[in-house]
């Protein structure tokens, strides 16, 4: 990934200006943010768009633009066959779709490849991996890493963005290249990583309540059971 990063890190200098273009979930917002800061602080002029999907409409807005480079945060993998003509960046970790020629086009198949060079994307897909082995944010972090390596400090948005994306579930753990993620931002200081019990509510919900609602795990005889949760802190003391 850190390879297509630089190569992205590169167009992205080159660009007199960029849309960012990001989902409106918890790993859009958090990846438009890394990739907005990232620019920032290159000093490349950006604005930021949230959308709620990323349809042939937003695709023909963003061209009717004249948009110097367009840069698909946590979308766009979905949507390349619609990307045609537009000079664009995507870091997206859904499962890309085929590009198909498109008629005009078909004639002419060496202008068709010239034209998929203008569409640059990073994607764990394309490295043999999965979905959950890094979120967009996490993609937006490989750029802005690659922009500049000071950037490690935004490994912290990243992580909520992959956490958001429940990319921790399966394993119970960070893995792929969210560890590698977690462990800049070990080393940068602004994340501190420890092992516990993931129980939902911790800081929000009664204890009793929190513990009527753990699923994950599932507590046997207390999980769902209200009065047992009650009656359980009552006997400890609690």
Request: negative net charge.
């Amino acid at each position: 990934m850190e390879a297509v990063a630089r190569e992205i890190a590169e167009r992205l200098r080159a660009a007199p200006s960029v849309r960012i273009v990001t989902h409106i979930d918890t790993d859009g917002i958090t990846g438009g943010a890394i990739a907005s800061e990232s620019l920032d602080r290159a000093g490349i002029q950006h604005e930021v768009a949230f959308v709620k999907t990323l349809d042939e409409a937003v695709i023909a807005d963003i061209k009717r633009r004249g948009t110097p480079l367009a840069w698909f945060v946590d979308l766009g993998a979905g949507m390349l066959h619609a990307l045609q003509g537009l000079d664009a960046v995507v870091t997206d970790h859904h499962v890309p779709t085929a590009r198909e020629v498109p008629r005009a086009l078909r004639g002419d198949l060496i202008r068709f490849a010239e034209s998929q060079d203008r569409v640059l994307m990073l994607n764990p897909h394309l490295e043999g991996e999965g979905s959950d082995v890094a979120s967009g944010a996490g993609c937006a972090y490989a750029v802005a890493k690659a922009l500049d390596p000071k950037n490690t400090d935004l490994a912290a948005i990243a992580i909520v963005g992959a956490v958001g994306d429940v990319q921790d579930q399966e394993f119970r753990r960070l893995s792929g290249y969210n560890r590698t993620i977690l462990e800049d931002g070990v080393a940068a200081g602004v994340v501190a990583a420890e092992i516990d019990l993931r129980l939902f509510g911790r800081e929000t919900r009664p204890a009793y309540k929190m513990l009527q609602y753990a699923t994950d795990p599932w507590i046997p005889r207390l999980s769902g059971n209200e009065e047992a949760c009650i009656a359980f802190l009552l006997e400890l003391g609690i």
